[in-house]
């Protein structure tokens, strides 16, 4: 199954700006947008943002995400100990009528 | 709020079925998609199937000939189905409304 690329890991310091990208294709992330989340170890994972730009009641202004064709970012401004996670984008690709994953990036804050 | 409790066998034998069924409380099925998704021990997600209130479904083609999702809006329930079962599909399951809502998932390990 064709899935998403993200990188493997990220890191930053606290306090600066993280950048994730993700990258797909026409049939999924250019088509449809796409939704982040987030998963600290042993939790399931919260959902950041969904159609590209869309937060759900709760998640904080310094997560926004955006699409420039084939590919998705999320920026996390003013990183916090709590923001180091694995993140992982997902979008639903019409040729394949199924959600498809990206390996997910770990991200580290130093 | 809408929670989602999920329960259902963690250990089976290769060969077996895998059988696990999502509970839906405070909220209904209706006019939402409502999926399983999986995630192998230190991998990431992998989707596996989606149905809504009327049990329409979508399945992740590398599954779908194993693949089973159904609805029971009686008792605001739905379920996965498995067959055939192999070490390869050791993980922790979760269902989840949209992705926004997610219940708090069940190792299920593989093994003889």
């Known amino acids: 199954q064709a899935g998403l690329t993200q990188p493997p890991s990220v890191s930053k310091g606290l306090r600066q700006t993280a950048t994730l990208t993700c990258t797909g294709n026409?049939?999924?992330?250019?088509?449809?947008?796409a939704a982040w989340l987030q998963q600290h170890q042993g939790h399931p994972p919260k959902l950041l943002s969904y159609?590209?730009?869309n937060r759900p009641s709760g998640i904080s202004e310094r997560f926004s995400a955006s699409r420039s064709g084939n590919t998705v970012s999320l920026t996390i401004t003013g990183l916090q100990p709590e923001d180091e996670a694995d993140y992982y984008c997902?979008?639903?690709?019409?040729?394949?009528?199924?959600?498809?994953f990206g390996g997910g990036t770990k991200l580290t804050v130093l | 709020q809408v929670q989602l409790q999920q329960w259902g066998a963690g250990l089976l034998k290769p060969s077996e079925t895998l059988s696990l069924t999502c509970g839906v409380y405070?909220?209904?099925?209706?006019?939402?998609?409502w999926s399983w998704i999986r995630q192998p021990p230190g991998k990431g997600l992998e989707w596996i199937g989606e149905?809504?209130?009327?049990?329409?479904?979508n399945y992740n083609p590398s599954l779908k000939s194993r693949v089973t999702i159904s609805v029971d809006t009686s008792k605001s329930q739905f379920s996965l189905k498995l067959s055939s079962v192999t070490a390869a599909d050791t993980a922790v399951y979760y269902c989840?409304?949209?992705?926004?809502?997610w219940g708090q998932g069940t190792l299920v390990t593989v093994s003889s």
């Open positions: 159609r590209n730009n």
């Open positions: 405070g909220g209904s099925l209706s006019g939402y998609h």
């Open positions: 026409s049939n999924n992330v250019d088509n449809q947008g």
């Open positions: 997902s979008a639903w690709d019409s040729s394949l009528s199924a959600w498809v």
């Open positions: 149905i809504n209130h009327s049990g329409s479904t």
């Open positions: 989840t409304r949209t992705m926004t809502h």
